[in-house]
């Protein structure tokens, strides 16, 4: 490939860059097995909460035999005494997926105070999946679960759960649309209006044409790798700035894997004083992977629209399973009901064919009504076997923890692999190692160019940076070796800078990808040596 096609090349997103050196990578020169780290989707699954799933389905369709019986057709499922009748087909001495239904409903009850038919009726309706979701913005049942789910994972130390209203979604990628959508409709960003997004970031987010669209200017609140990627409150200090209408944060970020410190948070609750109509939306998808996690919401719930998906941590996502929270009281309804006269009136005439009273509406179900484009508002809301499959695996995490996630076997057993996938990576580079609670391990970003300084001094660090494209490295990382990584200046991350991905591969493969990746500077640095005797 010469200069010029790579510098083609590193006008695409990061994600194109890389299905590019896939394909080089599978016929590598050196005939390596193939090892692609640029994949965030998890190499594991929960599978208690499946099974359970399947366990409703089997339970729901012999209920609905009660009331039509007709070949392979039944009928619908009657709730009268349906706890009951649970419990007398789970066989919980042999199955531990029964014992979890069996202990589930019992927690609903005692702990949440929830009424055991009508959430066996819940789950039960809902797998089988006989009737539209209704409520259609979520189940209720499934709103109160979910809530004390993140009460544990996301809210702890804050009583949020009594006031949070909660819209599930087809993952946090269709909250995240959604939330654009309903913000541009609602006047509540407009063409010109600043908005802020921590850096490094997720690359798709850099690259959502409404933020195009709407010609909305960014402002970058960076991290860098000099201090360990933690956010400087500095730059939350740019936010004071009233003009700034919307904070978009991955927290904890990816790629650089780091939870918002408390410095950070301090900064962010002092910011919503000076610039109080600040709306933040925040991506928690990566919560669980640090200890305690403290999120943005939990600091400053009133101006903070949370997302949370299911897909990492239950390694599901394909199932599309996420959530959008929103405090009860919030800034979001508070700016719609500031908006001039004009645009209160139009927005009055767009959703009264929906509601009978549109000018109260709340943002909340705003959301859910043009996620179907408002004439399908009757028909919206997440399917309900994905709303099901989410409280089955919040009740997972519940009844096995009391404190934050942290007493979770299975959480424990995430945080550890994603960890140790880290540290034999980073050993075999001989890099240093952030050990630090606030770090997810989840992915890494490792710089090349300091790697090349450490190991063969300054000189042969700028000839790597100034006689290459930056995306050199990395295709012929894939070519020569067969490691496909992801180019981190797609997510705003500084040249060189390469994002590998701890999830998706057998933990001994990291080892390897290190030892790849010093093997290629090696051959670099050969070649340079080469030159310098000329
Ligand atoms: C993987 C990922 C998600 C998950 O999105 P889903 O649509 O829920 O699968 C969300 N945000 C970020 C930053 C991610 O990396």
């Keep these: 490939m010469d200069v010029s096609e790579e510098k083609k090349l590193e006008k695409l997103g990061a994600f194109e860059i890389s299905r590019k050196m896939l394909a080089l990578a599978q016929k590598n020169e050196k005939s390596n097995i193939f090892l692609n780290a640029g994949r965030g989707n998890p190499n594991w699954i929960q599978t208690r909460a499946r099974l359970a799933f399947c366990r409703l389905v089997e339970f729901g369709v012999k209920e609905s035999q009660q009331t039509i019986n007709n070949g392979i057709m039944a009928g619908y499922i009657q709730k009268d005494g349906i706890r ?158 009233p003009s700034i209408k919307a904070l978009i944060v991955v927290d904890p970020t990816n790629p650089t894997s780091k939870e918002f410190d408390k410095n950070a948070l301090d900064a962010i609750s002092q910011v919503v004083k000076k610039n109080p109509n600040l709306m933040i939306i925040s991506d928690e998808v990566y919560g669980a992977f640090v200890p305690n996690f403290k999120s943005i919401y939990s600091v400053v719930p009133y101006n903070t629209m949370l997302v949370y998906s299911y897909s990492k941590l239950y390694g599901c996502t394909g199932w599309r399973l996420g959530v959008i929270g929103l405090n009860k009281d919030n800034v979001f309804d508070h700016n719609i009901a500031n908006l001039p006269e ?111 300084e450490k190991k063969y001094g300054k000189k042969f660090r700028d000839y790597l940076a100034d006689d290459f494209q930056q995306v050199d490295f990395l295709l012929e990382l894939a070519k020569k070796n067969g490691v496909v990584l992801v180019d981190g200046v797609g997510f705003g991350a500084k040249p060189g800078e390469l994002r590998v991905s701890q999830a998706n591969l057998p933990t001994d493969d990291y080892a390897l990808i290190g030892k790849q990746v010093m093997e290629l500077l090696k051959e670099y640095h050969e070649e340079y040596e080469k030159k310098q005797n000329k």
């Excluded at 001495?93 to 066996?120: P, S």
């Excluded at 970031?201 to 850099?206: H, M, N, Q, S």
């Excluded at 499959?389 to 057993?413: A, V």
């Excluded at 580079?429 to 992915?443: I, K, L």
């Design 342 to 452: 004009d645009e209160l009136k139009q927005l009055h005439k767009r959703y009264s064919s929906v509601v009978l009273d549109p000018d109260k509406m709340k943002f909340i179900d705003r959301l859910c009504a043009d996620s179907r484009s408002i004439g399908l508002y009757h028909t919206a809301g997440l399917s309900t076997p994905q709303q099901i499959m989410e409280t089955l695996f919040s009740l997972c995490h519940m009844l096995t923890s009391t404190n934050g996630g942290s007493d979770d076997p299975y959480i424990d057993i995430a945080r550890k692999l994603v960890s140790e996938r880290y540290n034999q990576l980073h050993e075999a580079m001989n890099a240093p190692e952030d050990e630090t609670d606030t770090n997810t391990h989840y992915y890494s970003l490792i710089d090349i160019y300091r790697l090349a």
């Design 84 to 241: 009951e009748r649970l419990f007398a087909f789970l066989d919980p001495d042999n199955r531990e997926e029964d014992k979890f239904l069996i202990d589930a409903v019992n927690y609903c009850k005692e702990e949440l105070g929830l009424n055991e038919d009508d959430v066996v009726a819940e789950w039960t309706n809902g797998v089988v999946a006989n009737d539209y979701p209704v409520p259609d913005r979520c189940l209720v049942n499934t709103e109160k679960i979910i809530n004390h789910y993140l009460q544990e994972l996301s809210y702890e130390g804050a009583q949020l759960a009594d006031q949070t209203q909660l819209f599930p979604t087809e993952g946090a990628t269709a909250a995240i649309v959604y939330a654009f959508h309903s913000l541009a409709e609602n006047h509540l960003l407009k063409k010109g209006d600043k908005i802020a997004i921590n850096e490094p970031i997720f690359t798709p987010y850099l690259r959502i044409p409404e933020l195009r669209d709407y010609q909305l200017v960014e402002v970058d609140l960076h991290s860098y790798e000099k201090n360990n990627w933690e956010i400087e409150p500095k730059e939350i200090e740019k936010l004071n700035d």
